[in-house]
């Protein structure tokens, strides 16, 4: 599992093939919903996401970029009507960076190939990793070609 954001430093550097692209395009790629989730920054509604109920099996990868994510064999229902999942599919997919804002200090996580905005992490998912990786629904595509087997 990977270490939550320490004050004065990101978690690690990104690893792999970034991806990058001038903003209009990623306006032109993604629909309004998505483009304000994952390249402002913003939250969804609460249950009123594509994912949030699901219990479709696969692989949920980044809506930007496509780059793996988590697997739904660490799916869980939260209870907070956002898709939450109890670790990513491997630690190096994504970046957790602090965030301060009117709810406190939180910790964001973001896409580690394209930086984007996916959600928060917090500290009272179920046993034993004791993570909620809380995504927005907008930030995620499932493909239905099934999960990887886990590593960890």
Not at 58 to 80: I, P, V
Not at 102 to 121: D, F, M, P
Request: glycine letters at 12%.
């Amino acid at each position: 599992m990977g270490t939550f954001f320490k004050p004065g430093s990101r978690r690690g550097s990104r690893t792999g093939k970034a991806v990058v692209r001038p903003e209009d395009q990623w306006r032109e790629q993604l629909t309004r919903q998505q483009y304000n989730v994952l390249r402002e920054g913003g939250t969804e509604r609460a249950g009123s996401g594509e994912y949030a109920y699901t219990t479709d099996r696969g692989t949920y990868r980044c809506a930007a970029c496509h780059a793996e994510l988590f697997n739904s064999t660490d799916k869980y229902d939260s209870g907070t009507g956002w898709p939450s999942f109890t670790r990513p599919a491997q630690d190096e997919a994504v970046e957790h960076v602090q965030d301060v804002g009117l709810l406190g200090i939180r910790t964001e996580v973001r896409c580690r190939s394209c930086a984007s905005h996916l959600g928060h992490v917090f500290r009272d998912g179920p046993s034993p990793e004791g993570t909620r990786y809380c995504m927005n629904s907008a930030a995620l595509s499932l493909d239905p070609a099934g999960p990887r087997a886990s590593s960890a």
